[in-house]
């Protein structure tokens, strides 16, 4: 599809969750459009905490639970999408609408837990915070899953893009 995708880290349903990733263009979409774009989590998830304090506690202490299922793989991880060190310091980031299963919250509890992960969506789309770029056949990315968060613009449904991704 030629769709946009918004900021997400891959593999959030994995524990541990993979850390360095590796993007390499072998199609880049050759009527415009499909910019890569990055955006540093850590910066947003620091921006939440100082903009929208009770949304930053609400996503560093609330675990949910991401999953991944095919025909050959059942995959969960419970935490929340804001790890925090022992010193409250932010350690990773786990945002994925896709593999986000619904919270299993009191309906009184549920309602602020989404308006701050709706907050902090928000936040991961700033033009401020992203870093957009084209990518040409044989650039290769190279990133910290647990800390940037990746996107796409879209491009012509005429139009091919292909990314290879590799996990370490």
């Known amino acids: 599809t030629g769709l946009p995708i918004t900021p997400h ?10 850390t360095v990733q590796l993007l390499h263009c072998l199609v880049a979409a050759a009527d415009g459009g499909g910019e890569t774009g990055l955006v540093d989590g850590f910066m947003a998830a620091r921006t939440l905490r100082t903009e929208h304090p009770a949304a930053f506690s609400l996503l560093a202490s609330t675990p949910v639970q991401f999953a991944y299922c095919d ?71 190279v990133f910290d899953n647990t800390r940037i968060l990746h996107a796409r613009t879209g491009f012509a449904a005429t139009g091919r893009r292909h990314l290879q991704g590799c996990y370490a």
């Open 9 to 18: 880290t891959d593999n959030p349903y994995r524990d541990p969750v993979p």
């Open 71 to 141: 025909a050959t793989a059942e995959l969960r991880a419970t935490r929340p999408v804001i790890g925090l060190d022992p010193l409250g310091r932010v350690r990773e980031v786990r945002f994925n609408h896709r593999s986000l299963q619904p919270v299993r919250l009191p309906p009184r509890e549920a309602g602020p837990f989404y308006a701050a992960y709706r907050a902090f969506a928000s936040m991961l789309t700033r033009s401020e915070l992203m870093l957009t770029l084209p990518l040409e056949p044989g650039d290769c990315l």
